[in-house]
Nanobody, 126 residues
Framework: QVQLVESGGGSVQAGVSLRLSCAAS????????MAWFRQAPGKEREFVAA????????GYADSVKGRFTISRDNSKNTVLLQMISLKPEDTAVYYC???????????????????WGQGTQVTVSS
């Protein structure tokens, strides 16, 4: 089992950058694929980005491709989401998720991930 704690959210102006961090407990962090999802008020939770166990494979939602970068440090049990050129439509609660399986293609479905953090709020104003 793994516990996930997100941090780094906040209220920012459009166009600036923000970095989210997800700290994971447990000694088997490197065996989990990791992902970021987000959920805006009144909307379903949606996929943002994912990274494989080794970090060698990543995937992004079209809406964030080129602006967001996911990375991980297995020695620190941490996964990061670097966000640049933020837009008001990026406003949401951002969740970190961990999946125990190994996929040829990183999944975008919430049901593919086994563990979830409690989320961190990101608010982008115009």
């Amino acid at each position: 089992q793994v516990q996930l704690v997100e941090s780094g959210g906040g209220s920012v102006q459009a166009g600036v950058s923000l970095r989210l961090s997800c700290a994971a407990s447990g000694r088997t962090f490197s065996s989990y694929a990791m992902a970021w999802f987000r959920q805006a008020p009144g909307k379903e939770r949606e996929f943002v980005a994912a990274i494989s166990q080794s970090g060698g494979s990543t995937g992004y939602a079209d809406s964030v491709k080129g602006r967001f970068t996911i990375s991980r440090d297995n020695s620190k049990n941490t996964v990061l989401l670097q966000m640049i050129s933020l837009k008001p439509e990026d406003t949401a609660v951002y969740y970190c998720a961990a999946g125990a399986r190994v996929w040829a293609v990183l999944p975008k479905a919430t049901g593919s991930y086994d563990y979830w953090g409690q989320g961190t709020q990101v608010t982008v104003s115009s």
